[in-house]
């Protein structure tokens, strides 16, 4: 199953960038046909006797739409923890109690499990931080054909202002995984924000002058090999409380 999710930040980001890193874990869970609902009171009971909110076990779990995790769950765990944090993690005991249950209550639902790998908040190219949360994101991810040159951080670093102009949030974000970037685009009033027309270009241009969206957007497509779209909904129910 293809992971997704993002960029090899050691070619791009300096060591102090990665010491103040605001980073979170997530795993992906492929649920067997007919299973669902049997899978969803697994999960609940699992998250709530061992995935206490404000304790490091802790999950957001979120339903997702599109991409190549079409129609899985997501888990987000560690969530905002800094480097010197997971090194404290690595030093506790396992939590072997959690993963019996897991294994002996939820893995029979499933078919497949995807992740292990962390993803870093980039605040020089978003306009939204992680502590604001919504319950419905659009994740955009781009694979790089591979390490872009300093103009697409250039268009990169742009961003932001028309993020801001156009009136929408949006996080960005590195991995310690495939040659990815991802765009985190929050909904906070819901799915109908879609069926606004788009203010894109228009607030690009505005920013910057006219013709600098398609000039700026011809630089990043010439470093991205794929778009992909995944619609992500927060499952409070199965996430911690």
């Not at 480097?83 to 959690?98: I, K, N, Q």
């Not at 078919?111 to 502590?131: A, L, R």
Request: proline share 4%; hydrophobic share 35%; charged share 20%.
């Amino acid at each position: 199953m293809k992971k997704l999710l993002i960029l090899s930040t050691f070619c791009l980001f300096s060591l102090s960038a990665w010491a103040q890193a605001n980073t979170t874990n997530f795993q992906y869970y492929k649920v067997k046909s007919g299973h669902r609902g049997a899978f969803n009171e697994a999960l609940k009971t699992h998250v709530a006797k061992f995935r206490k909110a404000g304790t490091p076990y802790a999950w957001a779990v979120f339903n997702l739409v599109g991409g190549s995790h079409h129609n899985e769950v997501m888990a987000l765990f560690n969530i905002g923890t800094s480097w010197a944090r997971r090194d404290e993690l690595a030093a506790m005991p396992s939590y072997t109690e959690a993963a019996n249950d897991f294994y002996l209550h939820v893995s029979p639902h499933l078919e497949g499990v995807t992740g292990g790998e962390i993803i870093t908040f980039q605040p020089e190219y978003s306009n939204s931080s992680p502590s604001e949360r919504s319950a419905k994101i659009r994740s955009n991810i781009l694979t790089l054909k591979y390490a872009p040159a300093q103009e697409f951080w250039d268009v990169m670093k742009r961003l932001p202002k028309v993020w801001d102009k156009a009136g929408i949030k949006v996080a960005t974000y590195s991995t310690s995984g495939l040659n990815r970037i991802v765009f985190s685009r929050r909904f906070p009033d819901g799915w109908k924000e879609m069926d606004e027309p788009a203010k894109l270009k228009t607030a690009y241009d505005e920013v910057y002058g006219k013709g600098s969206y398609e000039k700026d957007m011809a630089i990043m497509r010439t470093y991205v090999i794929e778009n992909e779209t995944t619609y992500m909904t927060l499952q409070p129910d199965l996430s911690s409380k």
